[in-house]
Nanobody, 115 residues
Framework: QVQLVESGGGLVLPGGSLRLSCAAS????????MGWYRQAPGKQRELVAD????????NYADSVKGRFTISRDNAKNTLYLQMNSLKPEDTAVYYC????????WGQGTQVTVSS
């Protein structure tokens, strides 16, 4: 019954930035650890970053550390991922979910980093 809707993806040049958003249909962010995941063509879905329920503790995959920032606004039931210094290898469909994933996956939002 909970729906997750990702948005904000697009086509960007290497070195560019994007800000992804994830909106939930219900008030779930206030009590869940949430994460951003991505899946590149031919690859398994991987956890990119997660954030504690209160937003005070964050973790990042080594591949994105220092470039991506995860944040949340529990009052808005919204999760964000600020992506800077994007690289072609960041190209993937990005999804949000609890960490570990509990809800049905949304459609994701496509991020393409290419020149």
């Amino acid at each position: 019954q909970v729906q997750l809707v990702e948005s904000g993806g697009g086509l960007v040049l290497p070195g560019g930035s994007l800000r992804l958003s994830c909106a939930a249909s219900g008030n779930i962010f206030s009590f869940n650890v949430m994460g951003w995941y991505r899946q590149a063509p031919g690859k398994q879905r991987e956890l990119v970053a997660d954030i504690s329920s209160g937003g005070t503790i964050t973790n990042y995959a080594d591949s994105v550390k220092g470039r991506f920032t995860i944040s949340r606004d529990n009052a808005k039931n919204t999760l964000y991922l600020q992506m800077n210094s994007l690289k072609p290898e960041d190209t993937a469909v990005y999804y949000c979910n609890a960490q570990p994933p509990y809800y049905n996956w949304g459609q994701g939002t496509q991020v393409t980093v290419s020149s």
